[in-house]
């Protein structure tokens, strides 16, 4: 198991004397076009899980072709995949088909979810037609405006009952000798399926058997044992119709991440299914993506995947690991209790241990503390973030307190360093008192209370919870797994760092993920460690306060930035568009009045009102255009002017 990490934040990238957004009234040309009609699938109402809502509530139905930024893609009504190419704009063409996905109408008809596609390479398409049905398609050379119509080299239900799921990344990597497809789906399966499917099978068989039996008796008494027989299959059947009933009301759902390889020989054009691997968990990740070696895959989620199958090699289990850990559980090295401002650690060290001896290292996210030479006591990434000239430590008596001052008042911290299980928590008891006060109108003695009596129901339960409703954001990690030796490399907790939006900023590395620090979204891309770079995760870019901004948006529906990061637009669900560029060098320096600074660069908020009434669809942001989607039109904003 990977120690858990901190991230390393390049201070340079962050602006202490940021001033905020000045309000541009410059306007932005807006040109749309009619794209006559988008498929749209909207989840069924037993689809409205935790699970189902974060894995597909919210759908991009506007695909960028990341490798021709000039490019956007969208799903018709009739399901033809159209292609958008925008070189001026002044001369815009019309959507043309380049693709459409067979037996559509059909397709129609059954339980499915949005149509999903990703580009691994510039030639080549991974397609989901939201059915259970992978494709991938050679899409000639996309940089052209040649009518190419892109060609099927391989498809495949990857489910036997048709199981829809929704393509989350997808690499390309090519050898001397093989040509390599990696695509990561994500599909949500009920948890106790496999055992109704047994329960029908029975009851099947049941009947089988009883007909047969039917069939086979003769003679003066046969009528009424026909009687009595089918008596009592009725009865099986209402016994067994009551036990689906009263399991379909306890369904519990799982998610699935599925990573494919689609690969085939130098010396042979057809693509094969390869290799399989599947990961469980509790609930939808906040990232997923195939790192650019095709050996990892980053995933960053409130509960960690679990792989649990893998076509090409048998998955070990780790027993001696979880001994381990269960035996570390029940010892206890150190009690620590907490304040609304400060933390407070206690150890007790033996006789032997003098004051020189204690090694204290304690960083705004990190803590090392030990007996040098001897023992490390404890080290890790602390739960929240501290204050590091107001921690201090004291040694007495063989009694060794630390106090961690906490960077942020009043938030309670659930670990002290993130995944050590050694301490002892003992609840502080004025804080216990102060929380009791403050909830104690919230109590009452009655079980299952209803909290509106004049309803004349009853309230909600423990039973009531589903099992991701333990998962909370503050638990999320983003852990690099090695699929290839099935372990974890590396892991960072980022639980108390808000996932605004993530990015694909370069087509051959994975998606980028912008957390929120403080008030600022800083932008993370994720990737192979280098000499260079032995992190897996680099600080590459800092939007100012857009963690602030993007809270203030109560109908905010997507956000996304371009490759150069030069601006991030955030999109309300209907008509508006809000844009915050970068800081740019102003002609004449000014000056801060309250201060007396000089200010030499400003940064500038813009505000796009749409003339459309109609939901906003999907949104891509690129280095010189914004492309916005709704029902019946495609709107490109010129941002370079």
């Keep these: 198991m990977a120690s858990t990490e901190s991230l390393s934040v390049n201070r340079e990238l962050l602006d202490p004397n940021f001033d905020g957004y000045k309000l541009s009234l410059d306007s932005l040309p807006i040109y749309d076009i009619n794209v006559g009609g988008v498929d749209s699938v909207k989840l069924r109402d037993d689809e409205y899980t935790l699970q189902h809502v974060k894995a597909f509530g919210i759908t991009n139905h506007l695909t960028l072709d990341q490798w021709q930024p000039s490019n956007v893609l969208y799903v018709d009504n009739t399901g033809s995949i159209m292609l958008m190419r925008v ?68 498809h495949q239900e990857l489910s036997s009952d048709s199981k829809p799921f929704t393509i989350l990344h997808s690499t390309s990597n090519v050898s001397d000798s093989s040509r390599v497809v990696h695509c990561l789906v994500l599909h949500i399966e009920e948890k106790g399926k496999k055992i109704d499917e047994g329960t029908r099978e029975e009851e099947e068989g049941m009947k089988t058997d009883d007909s047969t039996d039917m069939k086979e008796k003769k003679g003066k008494g046969a009528e009424e044992e026909m009687t009595t027989d089918s008596s009592n299959t009725d009865t099986k059947k209402s016994s067994s119709q009551d036990t689906k009933k009263s399991s379909s009301s306890q369904v519990t759902y799982e998610v699935i991440l599925e990573w494919f390889s689609i690969s085939k020989k130098s010396d042979s054009a057809e693509f094969k299914l390869t290799r399989s691997r599947q990961f469980k968990g509790k609930t939808a990740p906040t990232y997923a993506a195939i790192d650019e070696s095709g050996q990892c895959v980053f995933i960053a989620s409130p509960a960690n995947f679990e792989l649990v199958k893998d076509s090409a090699k048998e998955i070990a289990k780790k027993k001696k690991e979880e001994e381990q850990n269960e035996q570390t559980k029940d010892k206890t090295l150190y009690t620590w209790t907490q304040t609304e401002e400060d933390v407070i650690v206690t150890f007790i060290l033996p006789e032997t241990v003098n004051r020189q001896e204690i090694h204290f290292n304690v960083t705004a996210d990190r803590l090392e503390l030990g007996i040098k030479d001897k023992v490390m006591l404890l080290e890790g990434a602390l739960h929240r973030s501290v204050d590091p000239p107001l921690c201090t ?30 301490g002892q928590y003992i609840v502080d008891p004025d804080q216990a008192r102060r929380i009791h006060e403050k909830l104690e109108h919230l109590t009452t003695a009655d079980l299952d209370a209803d909290p509106n009596p004049s309803s004349g129901g009853t309230g909600i339960g423990a039973n009531d919870l589903e099992e991701c409703d333990m998962c909370t954001e503050e638990n999320t990690s983003l852990v690099r797994y090695d699929a290839e030796n099935h372990t974890i490399l590396n892991e960072v907790h980022i639980g108390s760092y808000q996932c605004l939006f993530t990015a694909q900023l370069d087509p051959s590395l994975p998606p980028c993920i912008c957390l929120r620090h403080d008030v600022d979204g800083l932008i993370w891309q994720p990737q192979q460690p280098t000499d260079d770079i032995p992190q897996p995760w680099q600080h590459i870019n800092t939007f100012n306060a857009l963690g602030y901004v993007q809270a203030s948006k109560q109908e905010r529906k997507f956000t996304a930035c371009p490759p150069n990061a030069s601006y991030v637009v955030i999109c309300d669900c209907v008509r508006h568009l809000y844009i915050y560029r970068q800081p740019t060098p102003t002609e004449n320096s000014l000056r801060n009045r309250k201060s007396g600074r000089v200010v030499g660069a400003i940064a500038k908020q813009q505000l796009i009102s749409l003339d459309s009434t109609e939901d906003i669809l999907g949104i891509h942001a690129t280095d010189e255009r914004i492309f916005v989607l709704t029902s019946s039109k495609l709107y490109i904003i010129r941002v370079s002017v």
């Design 87 to 154: 070189i001026l704009e002044s001369d815009l063409s019309l959507p043309r088909e380049v693709f459409n996905i067979p037996r559509f109408n059909d397709i129609k008809k059954c339980h499915r979810h949005n149509v999903t596609m990703h580009f691994p390479s510039a030639d080549l398409c991974v397609l989901s037609d939201g059915a259970g049905t992978l494709y991938v398609l050679d899409t000639g050379r996309r940089d052209t405006e040649d009518g190419v119509h892109w060609k099927v080299l391989f």
């Design 393 to 422: 430590w004291t040694f007495n008596k063989r009694k060794l307190e630390v106090m961690l001052t906490k960077r942020e008042e009043g938030p309670m911290w659930a670990d002290l360093v993130i995944g050590d299980h050694r």
